[in-house]
């Protein structure tokens, strides 16, 4: 919650939640916070989900369309960027930065930094564009070193799903300097350990201490525990996790 407030310069963060509200939730409390400190704001998500973010902002002090009449906000439909910035299968640096530039320029005047919040790569890997989601989030990177903002990437994915583990989320890591936590993944930690005291003997906390790999240590606890299960032991996985969805999802567990 405090890199969500605080959201400093240069920080490329992401989040993943398995549902739509809690997702808008984290997004809202993002660009609220950088509203009151004054930051310009640029969102690059849904239709949807910009309504929805407005509605909350709409209930503060804040008004969407004045801070759009007066430049402090921008808006890009996700859709309309990902259309524009593929080509050929491939996202090309020149056109990120030739679409995003300008409007991050015209923003800077208008706030004491900038966040961004979007959504472009979650569209692209629920989509099965792993690669593409990959290297865009790459891009984000290299955009960094001309422009001064903070990015919020907002992910839907079920992170208590085997198959979730299958796509190279370890790059996800790679890409961004924080994965940040939710409750959900702390419970579904602690589910883990204790599905994993009934089948193995040992916590999976215990297993998994000893290996810090570059690739994962950016992830909150319960990820970070279900890559390593994924990677060390493949076929007690499905079992596994079944247990421990059972835990997490069993009142008082």
Not at 93 to 104: D, E, H, N
Not at 168 to 189: A, K, N, V, Y
Request: include cysteine; charge should be neutral.
């Amino acid at each position: 919650m405090t890199l969500l407030v605080e959201a400093p310069a240069g920080r490329h963060f992401a989040q993943f939640h398995r549902g739509i509200d809690a997702l808008t939730d984290s997004a809202f409390v993002f660009l609220e916070a950088g509203l009151r400190q004054g930051n310009s704001l640029l969102i690059i998500a849904p239709a949807q989900r910009v309504e929805q973010l407005f509605d909350r902002l709409a209930t503060g002090r804040f008004h969407p369309q004045g801070l759009l009449d007066s430049g402090q906000l921008a808006v890009i439909g996700s859709t309309t960027i990902i259309d524009t910035l593929s080509a050929n299968g491939r996202t090309e640096a020149a056109r990120f930065r030739g679409l995003l530039g300008p409007v991050l320029s015209q923003l800077s005047p208008y706030g004491r930094g900038t966040r961004i919040y979007a959504e472009i790569a979650s569209a692209l890997w629920q989509a099965g564009e792993t690669d593409a989601a990959i290297r865009l989030e790459d891009l984000w990177n290299v955009l960094a070193d001309a422009y001064t903002f903070s990015l919020f990437c907002g992910y839907t994915m079920d992170t208590q799903c085997e198959h979730t583990y299958s796509a190279p989320l370890e790059e996800l890591g790679r890409t961004h300097s924080d994965i940040l936590g939710s409750p959900d993944d702390e419970q579904f930690g602690v589910a883990l350990d204790r599905a994993s005291r009934e089948l193995f003997g040992i916590s999976l906390t215990q297993m998994a201490g000893v290996a810090r790999r570059d690739g994962t240590r950016r992830f909150p606890s319960g990820q970070r525990t279900m890559l390593w299960v994924k990677r060390n032991l493949p076929m007690s996985t499905k079992q596994l996790v079944e247990r421990a969805r059972q835990y997490f999802s069993a009142p008082g567990s």
